[in-house]
C-alpha cells in the first residue's frame, strides 16, 4: 500500500506566474485535504474534499487558489498569479472514515513553492 | 484565538532523558479528537496517536505515552528515554465535531521542535 504522493516535491517560480500541483491519495481514501505550512507554523487547513465533492474552504483559499478532484482520487491545488506570501509547503493527506467513524490523516511528503 | 497551543517552541535534552511535549487545546464542542504528528528532518508529518473526547485513558506505545486531561484541557507527550532519532518538531492537533462528521480539518499548534543530543 503506497502512500499519499504530491508531485512536484519543489517548485521554483516568479511572481505572477500559475503554479499546479498534484496529489495522489492512498488508494480507497475518499477524503483529500490540502494544507500549507510556512516556517516555523504548524500546517494550516486550506480545503477539504469527500469524493469529489469540496465540502470546505479555509478563508485562506484566496480567489487565487483553486482545488479539484475531479474523479474523487487525485487532487490539484492551482495558484494564479503567484505572489511572495505563496512560498510556503503545501500538504496534502488523505482519510477514510474507520469503523466508529472515527479516522486520522495520513500525509504526503509535500510540495516546496519559492516565488521569486 | 488559537485552538492548540504548544508553549514550548523547542526542547534540547541528552539522550536518555525523558521528556514531555505539552499540549493545550480549546474547543466547544464535545465530541473531538486529538492527535500527536512527528514531523522529521526529512519533512514529512508522521501519525503517531489519536485520541477521542471520551476516551481520557493514558496510552503507552513503547517509549511513548500520553496523558489526556479533559479537565485541564491537555493532551501532554512523553517520550522515555529519548534517543536521537526522535529529533523533530511534534505537533498536537485538533479535529471538531460529531462521530462521523464531514468536517475534517485539523488545528495544528505551532509545534515543539525537539532535539536529543547524544
Known amino acids: 500500500d503506497t502512500g499519499v504522493s504530491q508531485d512536484p516535491r519543489h517548485k521554483i517560480t516568479k511572481r505572477g506566474q500559475n503554479v499546479t500541483f498534484r496529489c495522489d491519495p492512498i488508494?480507497?481514501?475518499?477524503?483529500l485535504y490540502w494544507y500549507r505550512q510556512t516556517l516555523g507554523q504548524g500546517p494550516e487547513f486550506l480545503t477539504y474534499?469527500?469524493?469529489?465533492?469540496?465540502?470546505?474552504k479555509s478563508r485562506l483559499l484566496s480567489d487565487r487558489f483553486s482545488a479539484e478532484r475531479p474523479k474523487g482520487s487525485f487532487s490539484t491545488l492551482e495558484i494564479q498569479r503567484t505572489e511572495q506570501g505563496d512560498s510556503a509547503m503545501y500538504l496534502c493527506?488523505?482519510?477514510?472514515?474507520?469503523?466508529?467513524?472515527?479516522?486520522?490523516?495520513?500525509f504526503g511528503p509535500g510540495t516546496r513553492l519559492t516565488v521569486t | 484565538a488559537q485552538k492548540v497551543t504548544q508553549a514550548q517552541t523547542e526542547i534540547s535534552v541528552v539522550e536518555k532523558e525523558d521528556v514531555t511535549l505539552d499540549c493545550v487545546y480549546e474547543?466547544?464542542?464535545?465530541?473531538?479528537?486529538l492527535f500527536w504528528y512527528k514531523q522529521p528532518p526529512s519533512g514529512e508529518l508522521v501519525f503517531l496517536i489519536r485520541?477521542?473526547?471520551?476516551?481520557?485513558q493514558n496510552e503507552i506505545s513503547g517509549r511513548y505515552s500520553w496523558n489526556f486531561q479533559k479537565s485541564t484541557s491537555s493532551f501532554n507527550f512523553t517520550i522515555t528515554a529519548s534517543q536521537v532519532v526522535d529529533s523533530a518538531v511534534y505537533f498536537c492537533?485538533?479535529?471538531?465535531?460529531?462521530?462521523?462528521?464531514?468536517?475534517?480539518?485539523?488545528?495544528f499548534g505551532r509545534g515543539t521542535q525537539l532535539t536529543v543530543w547524544p
Open positions: 488508494s480507497e481514501h475518499n477524503r
Open positions: 474547543t466547544r464542542d464535545t465530541t473531538y479528537y
Open positions: 492537533a485538533l479535529s471538531e465535531g460529531p462521530r462521523g462528521s464531514t468536517l475534517g480539518r485539523l488545528y
Open positions: 474534499f469527500q469524493n469529489e465533492a469540496q465540502l470546505e
Open positions: 485520541r477521542n473526547s471520551f476516551d481520557e
Open positions: 493527506a488523505s482519510s477514510t472514515p474507520g469503523t466508529g467513524g472515527d479516522y486520522e490523516q495520513y
